[in-house]
């Protein structure tokens, strides 16, 4: 059974994402629901169906849970059709968590591409409120364009702040004329501006073919595969670990993930053959598609 | 068997075909399809009253097209059809999903096969389309085996079904129908070994918005039998193969007799009986009967 | 369905007796099941029941009865702004099977750790519990049978809460093997004889039993060595991507969600059995497909049956009862592929 | 409900070129017809595909009228002629199906013949008020469903929701 839940705001992020504010209609619940970062939920549009979305906002943050989805399939388009004040179907929280007590007094690198932002926001979060038991942090954060760029308004607060080192970036082309981040893909940005990878620990989501690119990249700076951390997404329905679509090899990712470390990664069968990490977050893009 | 299988040789050896699609014996009363690339394993290949499957389905499937290509070129397809088989591959042909030009086929004088594996090849036992048959030759090939043998006798029953349905009223058709698809548990093999069931995306796959319930209760099971009788109207060739899939038992092919009876009566029109004739629904004709419309 | 198992003496019962209790179990209201050529179903006469040991296993297994191949899971009615929820009362009738495989007797005891690991599944669980299993020997078998592969028999009482043999024409031996059995016979102690079990283990003994076609720890190894093996593709070509086998299978258990509406306000969220054979089991809505073609999803099929379930469960999801096999439109053999897997000169089709 | 006041659902789905300028031209001349059906506007008839008709019934509808341009009137030139054949194939297999034939009518309209929109609206509700409601089809409906408790609410307004005038002018 789903809880239902308000949704207090709506915010765009980009043309095509959306957050979602939301706060469970009843209070018992909204008291009770805990959640860890990392963790996802499902959200059902009564009528179309439910969808998998990570949990984006921080688990510090009681007063309301936020949830960012990208319009693809059928729940997505669905979503977005609903206003201000509707209800919508929340179950969860499913699946496990970034190890946040295992990062403590270590260095964190955080990467991440287009709408795998979410994810990581909620981590970031989470660590910025509890910014004295990290050492130093840095956000790499790249988008096709700059309309693309979403959580524009923390971005800056980010930025903004002295303790943690912010980088932007936009694809080529994807730039505007008062652009003053970088321009380039992500590889190349992290090469630049990556931190020393001794007692750092990555923490790393977006397309399939962002990975792909990075994961050489950070190898050769030396990070270790048991240190980055990544959350992986596949089509999912029950999130309870029965109905067998998320299933790879042994694992289901909807309990056994979504977050994976790569050399966990590496021991799962290579389903995605060509490229390596191909299934590594599809985030939001769960949805039933089919339409 | 001996000039089939040399025959299938020649065409693997010489380069001519990039496959044989074909059956091989699998135990006494069965047999299977079998896809062969490899010139030596054409000796597996056999045709007799047990090659019930129509292997005109796997031509429209892309990875056998991809077979197909090899340095550039492409080559052909084999395939070993029976003459009703034939009549699927021509409605293909028609329908644009096959280019006569890429396909070789091989076919045999038919004397009907059995309705099922693992049944004796008699009268009572054979296939209700062969119960009907008229091409016992195949009406188009590129090569031709088998000897000629007469069919056995059987009554028609299908027939006497389907009368014995149109005298219902409608309200107990409706019940029996209802029964029938109430059964149905939806796992579209009727769908997979139709050849005339080609869709990239069939209708049931679509789901913004969802017009066919997925869900296998009543209602969704009736509609989609009813789409799928009705797509298959005045194409359906009779093969069969969609009564023999169905482990639940459900009567497919009657309806779909009944729509080509109708097609006949309606359009004097066979599905997949010639090449020169347009299809039924692909095309029209301004005198068509209009007593239904006011 | 945890109960211990519990040795009792065995009984003798009269075909005449069995019906009796039969007709009781009826006239109590509960559902009766036995297996018929195309699917268990429901009993209403017991007049002509037949109880053949002889039979092939129906078309279609029972699993429908624990895990309905459509079932709303909650009901929902829309208002301007608010969504109004209503869960389903899970329908508890005791459902008896009469007659068992024992290939499908055996398929609740393999798909309830599934259903229980980690999260309950109440709807299982509230149906598995009121199911009770007569399993019936089977002396019988054809060349898709291969339950000797898969650790079961045609004599294997697992699963079963009262396994039968045939004595002769009339006459059963009974074997009660859970609790759940023996408190589901004790109301009917009258009609049972006791009996020699010396005799009924002659009969069990001698019977015909399928070849042991494959090894399966063998297998487990291959396929953990074997992903990317260019064999896949000889039955991905063959296959014709229909979901029968995983339909027909007594413990395939992939399901799919999705929300109905049957008003214009009012709906239902409806779990639905899918199949992983199908093209869009994991299409995502960016169209990204992980298991695109067709030899990708047959080597899941048989991945997650022979070694996944293995690892995770230590059960092989597969009883042996061929259904898949003798129901393929195409005559894919699943015992012929995963006996052929390890051979190099043979391939997978 | 008493088969007295019983008022039929019937969906119709018409051409925008012909049908439904017919049914304006029949509105604008103050012609009278029943009001039992609901107007669905599609391009040409032979865009009408019968899941639609199906799913009619599956939303409570009691009959269907389809109609469109009259043979060779076609804004797209062969649409309807295309649909022609369609709808023979379609009407014999819901007639052997055991949908009666009358749940399911064509007619051609011009958009010059409003009198011939309202005729026709006219046969066809009476035809299906004869017949009675569909309940072989409602009950297959019925399965699955529950009733909600009724409370007071502001529901968006249903699109078939029973009409209570009989007439419109």
Known sequence: MPHTAEIKEIIDESPDTRTFRLRFRDADTADRFEFKAGQFAEYSAFGDGESTFCIASSPTQKDYIECSFKVYGKVTQSLRRLNKGDTIGIRGPYGNWFPLEEFKGKNLLFIAGGIGIAPVRCVINNVLDLRDEFKDITIIYGARSVSDLIYKQEIKEWKARRDIKTVITVDPGGETASWDGEVGFVPAVLEKNAPESENTVVILCGPPVMIKFTMPVLTGLGFKDEFVYTTLENRMKCGLGKCGRCNIGNVYVCKDGPVFTYAEIKKLPQEFNNFKFQIANYKLQIAFLKG | MKELIKHARELLENGEVAAVIGYRQVSAKRTKPVIITDPEETSALVFNEYCLNNLAVYLTKARIKLLCKKNDKVLKLAITAKPCDVHSIVALIQENQIDRDTIHIISFNCHGVAKDFGFDFNGDNLASKCITCETHKPLYYDALFGEVKETPQASDTALARIKEIESMPHNERFEFFKSEFDKCIKCYACRAVCPLCYCQRCITDKTIPCWIETSSHQRGNFAWNVIRAFHLSGRCTGCGECDRACPADIPLSLINRKMSMEAKNLFSFVSGRSLETPTLVGSYNEKDNNELFM | ?349 | MDKQNWEPKIAAFVCNWCTYTGADLAGTSRLKYPANCKIIRVMCSGSIDPVFILKAFERGADGVLVSGCHPNDCHYNAGNFHARRRWDFFHELLDFIGIEKGRLQFSWISASEGKKFADVITKVTEDIKAMGPFTAYKKMNSEFTIDFPEEPSELPEPEFQENSDKETE
Not at chain 3, 174 to 183: F, N, P, R, S, V
């Open chain 3, 1 to 349: 369905m945890t109960q211990r198992s519990i040795q009792m003496d065995e009984k003798i019962i009269s075909r005449v007796d069995l019906l009796n209790i039969c007709q009781d179990v009826i006239e109590k209201g509960n559902t009766l099941l036995t297996p018929g050529v195309a699917d268990y179903s429901v009993v209403k006469d017991v007049s002509n029941l037949n109880l053949d040991a002889s039979a092939l296993p129906s078309k279609i297994s029972y699993k429908s009865y624990v895990f309905p191949r459509t079932e709303p899971v909650l009901y929902y009615k829309r208002s301007k702004n608010d969504v109004q929820l209503i869960d389903v009362n899970i329908d508890s009738k005791k459902i008896v099977i009469l007659g068992a495989k024992p290939c499908d007797a055996n398929s609740l005891n393999i798909m309830k750790h599934l259903f229980n690991w980690d999260y309950s599944d109440e709807f299982f669980n509230m149906r598995a519990k009121n199911f009770i299993v007569i399993g019936l020997m089977c002396s019988h078998f054809d060349e898709y049978c291969f339950c000797t592969s898969v650790g079961s028999s045609p004599v294997s009482e697992k699963g079963s809460d009262i396994f039968l043999i045939p004595l002769d024409e009339n006459n059963y031996a009974m074997k009660i093997i859970t609790d759940k059995g023996k408190e589901f016979i004790t109301p009917y102690s009258g009609y049972l004889k006791s009996g020699d079990e010396n005799r009924s283990k002659r009969i069990t003994e001698n019977v015909k039993q399928p070849d042991v076609a494959f090894d399966s720890s063998e297998v487990y190894k291959w396929l953990g060595e074997n992903f990317e093996s260019p064999k896949w593709e000889g039955v991905g070509n063959l296959c014709l991507s229909c979901a029968q086998c995983a339909f027909v299978c007594p413990v395939c258990h992939c399901f799919d969600i999705t929300d109905e509406d049957y008003s214009y306000t009012e709906g239902r969220r409806m779990k639905n059995w899918d199949g992983c054979q199908f093209g869009n089991f994991t299409l995502h809505a960016s169209g990204h497909n992980p298991r695109d073609i067709q030899s990708k999803r047959y080597r899941q099929r048989v991945n997650h049956k022979f070694r996944y379930y293995v690892n995770k469960f230590g059960e092989i999801l597969c009883t042996g009862c061929g259904r898949c096999s003798r129901g393929c439109p195409v005559s894919v053999d699943i015992k012929e592929i995963v006996s052929n897997c390890k051979n190099d000169q043979k391939e997978l089709r």
